[in-house]
T-cell receptor, first 113, second 112 residues
Framework: DAGVIQSPRHEVTEMGQEVTLRCKPI?????LFWYRQTMMRGLELLIY????????DSGMPEDRFSAKMPNASFSTLKIQPSEPRDSAVYFC???????????FGNGTRLTVT | SQKIEQNSEALNIQEGKTATLTCNYT??????LQWYRQDPGRGPVFLLL???NEKEKRKERLKVTFDTTLKQSLFHITASQPADSATYLC???????????WGAGTKLIIKP
């Protein structure tokens, strides 16, 4: 199994531009999570899906952030417009079911200048 | 709300010694507690899971304990090696939903 696959690994963009982060979870996993990690705030949950349905998006910072999961094998996190304070590492993770371990991708390092 | 505390400062341990990391939480006990390892530039990797009715769990050189009275979990690495150097995160799994509550992590440095 290739694990959770995220793309791109690095993204540098200018303030105001749209950014789209992509994630392919592990096949058979029914929950998908988007996290943001910074030195100051650690791992923050942005949103999670169960069976492709968004369950809790209370961690999404603002309306500038949106996430979709059109099918069981693909999810996107979009930031529009991006701002310098959005600079962080964004992780996608999936799990097989409740109480099972999370499997993380290697993240997308986003830099907004 | 539930909070987790891990050693905020880096832990420096001599190679061959046992490293012990602490995870303390407030309020009610989780159904499960998980430990992860994170290397620079990588996502966290799952290591061990312990249930609330388990006192101890072992995997090779790793041992996790769970004390619901003290509201604490300890993570031990015996015969530590420089390759064990990483940041270790604990996460509470409350069993009420699909979320985990994460600690900030402890950076472990094993010196040769």
């Amino acid at each position: 199994d290739a694990g959770v696959i995220q793309s791109p690994r690095h993204e540098v963009t200018e303030m105001g531009q749209e950014v789209t982060l992509r994630c392919k979870p592990i096949s058979g996993h029914n929950s998908l999570f988007w996290y943001r990690q910074t030195m100051m705030r650690g791992l923050e949950l942005l949103i999670y899906f169960n069976n492709n349905v968004p369950i809790d998006d209370s961690g999404m910072p603002e309306d500038r952030f949106s996430a979709k999961m059109p099918n069981a094998s693909f999810s996107t996190l979009k930031i529009q417009p991006s701002e310098p304070r959005d600079s962080a590492v964004y992780f996608c993770a999936s799990r097989e079911g409740k109480n099972s371990p999370l499997h993380f991708g290697n993240g997308t390092r986003l830099t907004v200048t | 709300s539930q909070k987790i505390e891990q050693n905020s400062e880096a832990l420096n341990i001599q190679e061959g010694k046992t490293a012990t990391l602490t995870c303390n939480y407030t309020n009610y006990s989780p159904a499960y507690l998980q430990w992860y390892r994170q290397d620079p530039g990588r996502g966290p990797v799952f290591l061990l899971l312990i249930r609330e009715n388990e006192k101890e769990k072992r995997k090779e050189r790793l041992k996790v304990t769970f004390d619901t009275t003290l509201k604490q979990s300890l993570f031990h690495i015996t015969a530590s090696q420089p390759a064990d150097s990483a940041t270790y995160l604990c996460a509470l799994d409350m069993d009420s939903n699909y979320q985990l509550i994460w600690g900030a992590g402890t950076k472990l440095i094993i010196k040769p």
